[in-house]
Every structure is written in C-alpha cells, then in structure tokens.
T-cell receptor, first 115, second 115 residues
Framework: GAVVSQHPSWVICKSGTSVKIECRSL??????MFWYRQFPKQSLMLMAT?????????EQGVEKDKFLINHASLTLSTLTVTSAHPEDSSFYIC???????????FGPGTRLLVL | AQSVTQPDIHITVSEGASLELRCNYS??????LFWYVQSPGQGLQLLLK??????LVQGIKGFEAEFKRSQSSFNLRKPSVHWSDAAEYFC?????????????FGKGTLLTVNP
C-alpha cells in the first residue's frame, strides 16, 4: 500500500513553545490530509481535514489558532501546536488519501510530550 | 449521524484459536466500512474494506469480514490467531459526502494473544 511518513516520531518540548509535525505522502499525491489525536487507550479523534491549497476544516471543539495546519503541496501537510501546554501531550496521527473514495493511509504517528 | 460501536473493549484468545471482533454501525444508506489495526505506538494499517458487492471481504494477514445489513454489523474474523496479531483493532465507517467524506472510528478492541 501507499506510504505516509511523519516527522518527528516523538518530541519533548517545554510548555509555551511551538512544535511542528510534518506529514508526507511518499508515493502518491494526497489531495486530502487528515490530522487525528489519540489519547491513551482511546480511539482516534479527527482534529481537522485539509485539502491541498485550501484552508483546513476543523472539527468542533478544536482550536484552529492553537493547531495550525498547512497543506501547501500535494505531498506535505504540517501541524503546528502553538504555545504547547501539558494537556496537549498526546499521540498525533496524520492520514492522507489521493482523492475522494480512495483508501486513507495513515502515518506512524508522532508522540508529543509537553513538560 | 453515522456511528460505529465496538462492543468489546478487550479480548483475549489463545494462539491458534479463532477470532471474531464485533462491529456495529449506524448509517442510513449503504455504508462504506473499514477495519484497521494499530500496533503499540504505531499508526493504523488497513486490513480490509467494504464498499459494495460480495458481503464477505478478504483482507491482509488472513483476516476477513462479513457485512450483514440485517444486523448492521461488519465483524472481523480470523480462523487461527498468531501471536503477532496482538494489537488494537478499529472499525470505521465513512461519513460525509463526496470529497468531504471522513472516517468515523469505533473505540477499538484490544486483542491479547496468549501463547
């Protein structure tokens, strides 16, 4: 299947700093990318959907000014957690698909720990 | 709204035993259904999907799932479990329309395999 990568795989940062997570589709062009958050022993919670060249659509309750999403190219989307706080510590997973109704492929996830 | 229920939070089976993981969905029309597997600290890997046609779907790693409209179910099965199958399993249904479709996940079932 198609490959989606994330970088970094884990990051530790101080409270108040910003952290950027990259998501890349390695062997296909992703018109749509998704960002999920997963708490321990829980399901994936969709944070936002981004289409290349457009502003991201955020799910209800997700702060768009805190979780900045950029989808500038067909192979790259970034999630920036601004002014991170300990409660932002979580496992962030990105996903990408080539077009509507195509299979969604998931990245390996990024574990964020905010001290 | 579309939803997915995985009634079993945790299942333990012995290696070599058969496995069935339950998934029930709520959706007005013909659903598009998926099963994903997540190993610890990893992203999600697609096991199989159902869009239409044959209601018995074959996937990777020897898994299969059967779509039963009358029961609103899409249960995942494997005739003989291997220790490497220990992981978290998520059932998902497509919601939304056209290019705005997105996956709604169940809460997952953790599979433990005893030697």
């Amino acid at each position: 299947g198609a490959v989606v990568s994330q970088h970094p795989s884990w990051v530790i940062c101080k409270s108040g700093t910003s952290v950027k997570i990259e998501c890349r589709s390695l062997d296909f062009q992703a018109t749509t990318m998704f960002w999920y958050r997963q708490f321990p022993k829980q399901s994936l919670m969709l944070m936002a959907t981004s289409n290349e060249g457009s502003k991201a659509t955020y799910e209800q309750g997700v702060e768009k000014d805190k979780f900045l999403i950029n989808h500038a190219s067909l192979t790259l989307s970034t999630l920036t957690v601004t002014s991170a706080h300990p409660e932002d510590s979580s496992f962030y997973i990105c996903s990408a698909r080539a077009s509507a109704w195509e299979t969604q492929y998931f990245g390996p996830g990024t574990r964020l720990l905010v001290l | 709204a579309q939803s997915v229920t995985q009634p079993d939070i945790h299942i333990t089976v012995s290696e070599g035993a058969s496995l069935e993981l339950r998934c029930n969905y709520s959706y007005g029309a013909t659903p598009y259904l998926f099963w994903y597997v997540q190993s610890p600290g990893q992203g999600l890997q697609l096991l199989l999907k159902y869009f239409s046609g044959d209601t018995l779907v074959q996937g990777i790693k020897g898994f299969e799932a059967e779509f039963k409209r009358s029961q609103s179910s899409f249960n995942l099965r494997k005739p003989s479990v291997h220790w490497s199958d220990a992981a978290e399993y998520f059932c998902a249904v497509v919601s939304g329309k056209g290019s705005n479709y997105k996956l709604t996940f169940g809460k997952g079932t953790l599979l433990t395999v005893n030697p």
